[in-house]
């Protein structure tokens, strides 16, 4: 079983002695939260939008008329830049200057779906009695994440020629059925799990138990 990281953070009493705080975090091998400022923000939507418009720090530099160095920094977040230099960058980014900004009050994203109410999405495997629902909206960043509760009613037949890019994350919750990957089959019944590189093809090979109804997770880099 995976340790619990533990995380200590020192805070000021009124007594104006200091105190050590213990915060427990996940198991998980994610990053710590790096503090968001507005330097850091501003650097990261001038670097995406240079990148998004193909030009190199030396390219985009020259054409709003200040230096690599400065260009470096500013996307480092090792500068506050002035007013007149983000007005320099929006117009050679041809963006409005709020964009630059745009980031920064944002609040850490969160997508709640109520019981019932996933979105019905038609997708390949539909018309094969697969039901597919929406559980959450991608929220943007470099990293698109599509979960979905997906139902095999009475009247739905295997199908195992699923392929796209990134990982899949499959949870049973009900039903029995043999879910099939590149040359393998897996039997999954409720509480089994699996996690595949979705590139290959997949799906159910074999139908035992139905209805059948499982969460799947699908995550990709954006393009």
Do not use: W
């Not at 340790?3 to 009124?14: C, E, F, I, P």
């Not at 690599?68 to 980014?93: V, Y």
């Amino acid at each position: 079983m995976a340790k619990r990281k533990v995380v200590t953070k020192v805070v000021k009493k009124k007594t104006g002695t200091r105190a050590k705080v213990a915060h427990l975090t996940t198991g998980s091998g994610a990053p710590d939260i790096v503090a968001r400022t507005l330097e850091n923000a501003i650097g990261a939507q001038v670097r995406d939008y240079r990148k998004h418009a193909g030009l190199t720090v030396s390219e985009l530099a020259s054409v709003a008329d200040i230096s690599s160095g400065m260009l470096s920094k500013i996307e480092n977040g090792q500068i506050s830049p002035s007013l007149s230099t983000l007005q320099l960058l929006a117009s050679a980014l041809n963006i409005p200057l709020t964009m630059l900004l745009a980031t920064y009050d944002r609040g850490r994203g969160c997508s709640h779906t109520k019981k019932g109410e996933g979105v019905s999405i038609r997708r390949r495997g539909t018309k094969v009695g697969h039901n597919y629902h929406l559980l959450g909206q991608s929220l943007g960043g470099d990293v698109a994440v599509e979960p979905y509760l997906i139902s095999l009613n009475k009247d739905a037949v295997t199908y195992t020629e699923f392929r796209h890019e990134g990982i899949e994350f499959i949870y049973m919750l009900s039903g029995k059925l043999s879910y099939a990957h590149g040359d393998r089959s897996y039997t999954l019944e409720a509480g089994d799990s699996m996690m595949f590189d979705s590139a290959e093809l997949h799906g159910p090979d074999k139908l035992i138990e139905m209805p059948a109804v499982y969460l799947s997770v699908i995550i990709y880099e954006r393009r």
